[in-house]
DNA sequence: TTGTACGCGTTATCAA
DNA sequence: TTGATAACGCGTACAA
């Protein structure tokens, strides 16, 4: 951590008497302006009885004017709570964990908690993750929820031993941690059942390593499951084998009409589909004309009409609003003990699958 | 803020001299442990000078042990430094928001602060957004960062009058407070440049008033300005009288069409640009056949070729890096004052904006 | 090399 | 109804 310099402090300048810029008012302030002692600037302004009705107004238009804003650190250390909820997401930018995001918010707020927000940055590693967390409890929040399709629970377990934590948006079995998820197993075996409906029999199927996703390995491997049990014939592409990249997107494609004789194809989710449906493009193919494909997620902008995409629908509204619910019901002590709700996601029928032209 | 209620400390059923659940080691467990004081942990922790080597051995081993996370707070209260930036934006769920977000982080950890981001929570409220602020105030961040094309600039000139204070992705002139952004002008007018360039003469420019989006507005009123210096048919469409909902597209295309003749669309924003598409595919009209359509933003996955909008790109990983740059240099005294920095963009030609066809 | 003591801003307890 | 005072967890002079 860099040292404290006594240049920080001291920019040029300054007319005598000001406060230093960075510095804000503090209770001590207030209560100077107000002419009172700092208790009661502190009951006047959280609400407590048992202060004179003038006094409160006299309190409450210093604080005002000097726009003073109480430190919340110094107010947690003191009272033993802060209020604050931890939210880890992996990778702001995709429209998935962004809509989570925003599903947290709203219910931290409802339940009158506050939500801070780290991420990873940038480069996915798990140390970086891990770092990030550490930040959060660093922070005192009172409860974690921590979406990473990657961090392994392994990593996790450390922290949800003291604060309450819940893993949202994968499927977790552990007994020390929450979890609320949409069926993984469910949703691949289903978007299995609609592709195996259309009528095809060689299917080729993007699979994911539980390394590098667990969400994504999990469904990956179940569509794969659930196409072998109807009989149908079966080809895997491990996407890492292609560089883990979605850019590499292009040599799968290749490989897969290299194959021959392929009429589907089931990507990971809807930003590999769309990956898909470009590297088709480039070779003047359509789906689902040349060949059907199918995504997964169906979150916005992806479950555009004009991209009419075959996919499955996580209900990620539900799955934010149930995770806040459970790590502030443990916060409270409403609930003891980790849970693992599983939510049933939904297909989208979309057009980029078709029935299979006999 | 609700209160604090003595059952919030005393969960049932705990083994006597356990910690209680949500309490998280201190130094002083640290320092019990490893039979020192605490301010030899302390020293030992941060690698200051001065420690006999086997001690911070032995420190470094309980610390680890138990799990123990120095308390941000604490640390924040004595060092009158907690190297945290604050970052608001608006909605976290549309893809423009989460890649700002994620370059944030980066350049925050790379100048070695962390970042905490608070957004509002679904409702867009201007009293919801200040209440974001003041969180992020109460957090004690050492900079602050907003994201917001609604929340007006009076609103955080009393923040940034305390705290560095950076408005990013939105032109913004007011000398107390820097910003950095997509030169909105030039972005608009290079966009209506684009549509002359490509012959049409009668254009329908769905517009935005300031109190709904600062960027929004500045950029089409240079679409309308440049297209009518240009001698062009202006017809102009307040988002604002249709509802200011995306969802309202619907009715804005269909008095776009009941006008008659009009042989270009733009919009202002991709996500725009994405329901009107919408909202002709559900009338069998296609852009460019029957009506050109050009966007905004150029943000993933608005940008893949798949779609092949004509859009202007925004350069936000540049916007977000030198963001936090411009407040980390006025925290650290590297910089003084505001500065207001403009970034160009860059046309993304695209597939759905074509050369009228005499 | 280590420990003691103080202050940071706030809340809560207790006395006035 | 108000004010003084003790925590809270940490960093850091300063003393040992």
Not at 49 to 58: E, H, L, S
Not at 229 to 256: H, K, M, N, W
């Amino acid at each position: 951590m860099r040292e404290l310099t006594p240049e920080d402090n001291e920019p040029v300048g300054r007319a005598p008497g000001e406060r230093p810029p960075g510095s804000v008012p503090t209770i001590h302030d207030v209560a100077a302006a107000a002419g009172v002692s700092k208790s009661v600037v502190s009951r006047a302004l959280s609400g407590a009885p048992g202060v004179a009705a003038r006094t409160v107004t006299k309190v409450k238009a210093a604080a005002e004017a000097m726009g003073y804003v109480a430190n919340a650190n110094a107010r947690g250390m003191s009272a033993h709570r802060t209020h604050t909820l931890g939210v880890f997401v992996r990778d702001a930018a995709t429209p998935f964990y962004g809509h989570l995001l925003t599903a947290f918010q709203e219910q931290a707020s409802a339940r009158g908690y506050r939500a801070v927000t780290a991420t990873g940055s940038g480069s996915f590693s798990i140390e970086e993750e891990r770092r990030a967390l550490e930040t959060l409890v660093s922070l005192r929040v009172e409860g974690l929820i921590v979406c990473s399709g990657a961090l392994p629970v392994e990593d996790i377990i450390p922290f949800a031993h003291r604060i309450p934590t819940v893993i949202a948006g994968r499927p977790e079995t552990d007994p020390s941690v929450s979890s609320v998820y949409c069926d993984e197993v469910g949703g691949g075996r289903g978007m299995a059942e609609r592709v195996v409906q259309l009528g095809h029999r060689r299917v080729a199927v993007m699979t994911h390593t539980a390394a590098s996703s667990l969400t994504q390995s999990a469904r990956t491997e179940a569509m794969v499951q659930h196409l072998r049990d109807a009989g149908v014939d079966v080809l895997p592409f491990r996407c890492e084998d292609y560089g883990l990249e979605i850019e590499g997107t292009d040599s799968i494609v290749q490989a897969i009409l290299d194959a021959g004789g392929v009429t589907a194809l089931m990507a990971p989710s809807d930003s590999w589909a769309l990956a898909v449906l470009e590297s088709l493009q480039l070779r003047g193919l359509t789906a689902p004309n040349d060949i059907s494909v199918t995504g997964y997620d169906g979150v916005k902008p992806f479950t555009s009409s004009l991209l009419g995409f075959t996919s499955w629908r996580q209900p990620l509204n539900l799955i934010g609003r149930l995770s806040v619910d459970d790590v502030v019901d443990q916060i409270e002590g409403l609930s003891q003990g980790a849970r693992h709700r599983s939510i049933d996601g939904e297909l989208i029928p979309g057009r980029t699958a078709a029935a299979l032209s006999a």
